[in-house]
Structure formats: C-alpha cells, structure tokens
C-alpha cells in the first residue's frame, strides 16, 4: 500500500530515504545504512495509525502505540526483515513489512494473545522473535470480525 498523509507522500519520502542509504552504501563500501529501529518503528506508527484510524499514545507508553475509537489498545510493529519480536502481550497486534519502494503491506491484524502464545523463547534482551512466515499463518486464525478495519 502507499500512503499519503495530510500534504506528506510518506510512500515517496520512504523512497528517498532508502535511496540516500544506498547511495551512502556505495560511497562506503562495506558499510550498511539500513534503516532501523526507531525510524522504522515510528514510520510503522504512523502508516498503521493513519489507514486504520487509530489515535497514537505517546511514545514510549508501555506495550500499547494506540487506541482505536472503541478504546481497543494496539501494538504496532513494522519490519524490513522476516521477523519481529515482541516482550509483551498486547490486546491487538497489528504487524506491517515496510519495503524500500515505500510501499507496505500488512502481515498480521488480530489479537495479541494468539502471537505471543506462539511466539519463540525469551531472549536475552526480554523479546520473544516471531517470524512474518509464522505470522501469516497465524493469520489465517483470524476471524474477520476480529481485525481492527481500514478507516473509510
């Protein structure tokens, strides 16, 4: 999906944010600029709230990035990789790949409960890895009624 929000074409600034790592890359051989971490994880945010019309809480609020407007909170994780990875269990996951076209796509919209019974072993660093693959099966599960909807 590419989206565009308020007077932002955030589809066409992911673009140029990955061509300028890879400009970097080929300007530093054996150097990565992938982008990660926070800046994926807020990009996520704010592609997921907008196109289901959730309302953001602010950061760092524990377990939960949002509330839809029938106070359902959600977790949202985004990914360039073929895995995510949670610490805790959220009431609703909501799990989308960022690709470096700008384009996204969802992965995973249903409850929480599902993924982290699921999910692999406590980690060292307090996460859980859950791969997209297992993640898509998992969705499967998922009854229609279940998924929080695209806003209209």
Do not use: C
């Amino acid at each position: 999906m590419s989206t565009k929000i308020g007077q932002v074409d955030l589809s066409q600034k992911i673009r140029e944010l990955y061509a300028i790592t890879k400009e970097l890359e080929l300007q530093f051989p054996g150097r990565k600029f992938t982008p990660d971490g926070h800046l994926v994880g807020s990009i996520g945010e704010v592609l997921v709230a907008d196109y289901y019309g959730l309302k953001l809480l602010p950061n760092s609020t524990e377990i939960h990035d949002a509330i839809d407007a029938d106070g359902k909170f959600v977790q949202i994780k985004a990914t360039q990789i073929k895995r995510i990875a949670i610490s805790s269990e959220p009431d609703h996951l909501i799990v989308i790949k960022i690709s470096d076209s700008g384009e996204w796509e969802e992965v995973y919209n249903g409850p929480g409960s599902l993924v982290w019974r699921n999910a692999g072993k406590m980690q060292k660093n307090g996460q859980r890895p859950i791969t997209l693959a297992k993640l898509k099966s998992l969705m499967q599960n998922v009854r229609e009624e279940e998924k929080i909807q695209p806003k209209k």
